[in-house]
């Protein structure tokens, strides 16, 4: 009866030392798991604040570029605005100077030179000019003859006054026709003009030299 009671109580005691040993790697395999899933959890944190950080940093960068942009885009437009205000200020200046060329002293030699012009344009001996100025009219419109070429033939035509004045030349039978007056000619010279005019108002600048005004006014 002793032995028995003696096994019985080994026995008891190496169920409740397997179950405490048993519940102890549990315990610790829990713990083990619970930390890899704190770290992990960290790690994924980490992660998602750096990505978040990242497209902060990103679209902060974009919108500072863009205000920059729009900076120079508009620092651009306003430059442009006042170069065309002062390029068409002095072209207008040119177009009322002359407008009154026939007052001035030079007068028959802009005429001779603008009918030499036309009659070499149209390569005839024996031109049709057609000439008018403001300013001036079909009876008070009196030349020298040695103010023109040899072989022309002279016609005041009034609606050249529109033109702000010039020489429309054609050969003896009207089929050439060569239009040489002062708008004809700013028509055809406006890119070169405006291109002059605005260099010589404000200078050629260099690129690098551009971008950094450009930059600064932003």
Excluded: C, W
Aim: charged share 35%; glycine share 4%.
């Amino acid at each position: 009866m002793m032995e028995m009671s003696e096994s019985l109580e080994k026995l008891r005691n190496r169920i409740l030392s397997d179950a405490r040993l048993k519940a102890d790697e549990i315990i610790r395999e829990a713990s083990q798991k619970a930390d890899q899933i704190r770290n992990e959890a960290h790690e994924k944190a980490e992660r998602e604040a750096s990505e978040i950080l990242a497209r902060a940093e990103a679209e902060a960068e974009a919108a500072r570029r863009s205000i920059i942009s729009s900076r120079i885009r508009a620092n651009r437009l306003k430059l442009l605005e006042e170069r065309n205000k002062i390029v068409q200020s002095v072209l207008t200046d040119v177009e009322e100077r002359l407008s009154t060329v026939a007052t001035t002293g030079n007068f028959q030699e802009v005429v001779k030179r603008l009918a030499t012009e036309s009659i070499d344009a149209i390569g005839s001996d024996h031109a049709t000019l057609k000439i008018g100025f403001p300013k001036t009219s079909r009876d008070k419109f009196n030349l020298p003859a040695d103010a023109l070429p040899r072989g022309a033939t002279v016609v005041y035509d009034e609606k050249l006054a529109e033109e702000l004045g010039g020489v429309v030349a054609s050969d003896s039978e009207g089929k050439i026709a060569y239009r040489n007056t002062f708008r004809a000619k700013l028509d055809r010279l406006d890119r070169e003009l405006l291109t002059l005019v605005s260099s010589t108002i404000f200078g050629e600048q260099r690129p690098g030299q551009r971008e950094e005004v450009e930059a600064t006014s932003a």
